[in-house]
């Protein structure tokens, strides 16, 4: 079965600077997606950023990008000049792509990341 | 475009009560999933639905909980009765057969007391 694992239940960062949530999954699928999820006090999942596994190029999405490494399974996130409005949980997730898989997200714990001005 | 509607935003109820929650996918999205999401955890499938039909039901408690979508648009995830124990946000998911990607709703917060 497949598992996502996030590390660092809490992380916190200056107002401006790069943070980096780490996120380790296990599959023996070779084709597959992973998500990055935001989800404020608001409770509303916010999709961030998306990455399918047979691209080798790593995502990005404006402040957002991934670093992507298949071989060690790992998934990170880094978020560049931090703002006030990105404290929330983050979740990582991933989804198979297989004949088998019905399109269910399995996610990781979650990391509370708090912004300091 | 209108995003995934749920509703209630929150519901009380005391344990061995019914609840209901609904949910209106986004237009067009032929897929919709209802996840639970216990508290500092991720969220967790309950139901997938392709149309109207359940394609993954094998996490749903079928003792106390059942689903209905009725037309293959909105859903409805009913527990009865509920337990303390079911106390957590439901999420409603929604996503296109074009599409991988799964929208969701502001999520229902049960508190069973």
């Known amino acids: 079965a497949q598992t996502v694992t996030q590390s660092q239940p809490e992380m916190s960062v200056q107002e401006a600077e790069t943070v980096t949530l780490s996120c380790t999954y296990d599959t023996s699928e070779s084709d597959y997606y992973l998500f990055w999820y935001k989800q404020p006090p608001s409770r509303q999942m916010i999709l961030v950023i998306r990455?399918?596994?047979?691209?080798?190029q790593n995502a990005t999405e404006n402040r957002f990008s991934v670093n992507f490494q298949k071989a060690a399974k790992s998934f990170s996130l880094k978020i560049s000049d931090s703002q006030l409005g990105d404290a929330a949980m983050y979740f990582c997730?991933?989804?198979?792509?297989?004949?088998?898989?019905?399109?269910?997200?399995?996610f990781g714990q979650g990391t509370t990341l708090q912004v300091k001005p | 475009e209108a995003g995934v509607v749920q509703s209630p935003r929150y519901k009380i109820i005391e344990k061995k009560q019914p609840v209901a929650f609904w949910c209106n996918p986004i237009?067009?999205?032929?897929?919709l999933y209802w996840y639970r999401q216990n508290l500092g955890q991720g969220p967790e499938l309950l139901i997938r639905?392709?149309?109207?039909?359940?394609?993954?039901d094998s996490q749903l408690p079928k003792d106390r909980f059942s689903a209905e979508r009725l037309k293959g648009v909105d859903s409805t995830l009913k527990i009865q009765p509920a337990e303390l124990g079911d106390s957590a946000v439901y999420l409603c998911?929604?996503?296109?057969?074009?599409?991988?990607?799964?929208?969701f709703g502001p999520g229902t917060r049960l508190t069973v007391t």
């Open positions: 237009s067009g999205h032929n897929t």
């Open positions: 998911a929604s996503s296109s057969f074009q599409t991988y990607e799964q929208y």
């Open positions: 997730a991933y989804q198979g792509k297989g004949s088998g898989n019905t399109g269910k997200l399995i």
């Open positions: 990455q399918e596994a047979y691209k080798q």
């Open positions: 639905y392709e149309n109207e039909e359940a394609v993954d």
